[in-house]
C-alpha cells in the first residue's frame, strides 16, 4: 500500500538538543496528523494540521504543512529524556474515493540525559 | 475518560485456534478501525468502519474478519490463527470518515501464535 517517506528513520541526541524531522510525498494531502507512540501503548495525537503553509505548536513541539501540499515537517526543541518514543506522521489524500488515511513509518528517537 | 479501550492486552494463541479482540469507545464516534503494527511495516488498516452498520476491507483484511456491534463496538475475529498473524493489534475511532479526522487509538493488544 501507500506509504509516506518519514525520515529520518532514527536519531540519537543529547538532551536539550533541538530535533527535526519530516514525511513527503508525490502525492497531494488535505491533512496531516503527527502522533507520539511510547513502549506498549497505542499512538498519540500530538498536532493536526489541515492548510498548506499552516504552523501548529503544542508546548515544544512544532510543526508545519507543506506549502506544496506533499510534506509536512515535525521539530522538537530542547529535547528531554520523556521525548523518548516513535513519532509518526500520517496524511489523509486528496485522492478522491481514497479515504485512507495513509501512515510514515516512523522516526525513532532516543534522548541521552 | 476512557477513550478507546482494547482486551485482551495479551493473548497467546497456537496455530489454528479462533479468538476475537474487542474494542469500544466511549467519545460517541462514528467510525471505527483496526489496524496491525509490525517491525519495520508501519501501521497497517486490516478493516474499518466508517459508520454503524457497515465495514470495508482495508490493506491486509485476509485472515480477519470484524463486527461493527453497535456504535461503541467493533470486534476484531481470527477464526483460524497463522504466525503470520503474531502482531500487535490497535484499535482506532474517529468521530467520521472524512479526510479531516483525527484518529484516536486503544493502547493495544500483543498476539503471538505458536
Known amino acids: 500500500g501507500q506509504q509516506l517517506n518519514q525520515s529520518p528513520q532514527s536519531m540519537f541526541i543529547q538532551e536539550g538538543e533541538d530535533v527535526s524531522m519530516n514525511c513527503t510525498s508525490s502525492?497531494?494531502?488535505?491533512?496531516w496528523l503527527w502522533y507520539k507512540q511510547d513502549p506498549g501503548e497505542g499512538p498519540v495525537l500530538l498536532i493536526a494540521?489541515?492548510?498548506a503553509g499552516e504552523l501548529t505548536s503544542n508546548g515544544r513541539l512544532t510543526a508545519q504543512f507543506g506549502i506544496t501540499r506533499k510534506d509536512s515537517f515535525l521539530n522538537i526543541s530542547a529535547s528531554i529524556p520523556s521525548d523518548v518514543g516513535i513519532y509518526f506522521c500520517?496524511?489523509?489524500?486528496?485522492?478522491?474515493?481514497?479515504?485512507?488515511?495513509?501512515w510514515g513509518l516512523g522516526t525513532s528517537l532516543a534522548v541521552n540525559p | 475518560n476512557a477513550g478507546v479501550t482494547q482486551t485482551p492486552k495479551f493473548q497467546v494463541l497456537k496455530t489454528g485456534q479462533s479468538m476475537t479482540l474487542q474494542c469500544a469507545q466511549d467519545?460517541?464516534?462514528?467510525?471505527m478501525y483496526w489496524y496491525r503494527q509490525d517491525p519495520g511495516m508501519g501501521l497497517r488498516l486490516i478493516y474499518y468502519?466508517?459508520?454503524?452498520?457497515?465495514?470495508d476491507k482495508g490493506e491486509v483484511p485476509n485472515g480477519y474478519n470484524v463486527s461493527r456491534l453497535n456504535k461503541r463496538e467493533f470486534s476484531l475475529r481470527l477464526e483460524s490463527a497463522a504466525p503470520s498473524q503474531t502482531s500487535v493489534y490497535f484499535c482506532?475511532?474517529?468521530?467520521?470518515?472524512?479526510?479531516?479526522?483525527?484518529?484516536?487509538f486503544g493502547s493495544g493488544t500483543q498476539l503471538s501464535v505458536l
Open positions: 482506532a475511532s474517529s468521530m467520521g470518515h472524512y479526510t479531516n479526522e483525527k484518529l484516536f
Open positions: 467519545m460517541n464516534h462514528n467510525s
Open positions: 468502519s466508517a459508520s454503524e452498520g457497515t465495514t
Open positions: 502525492s497531494i494531502f488535505n491533512t
Open positions: 494540521l489541515y492548510k
Open positions: 500520517a496524511g489523509w489524500p486528496n485522492a478522491g474515493n481514497n479515504r485512507k488515511l495513509i
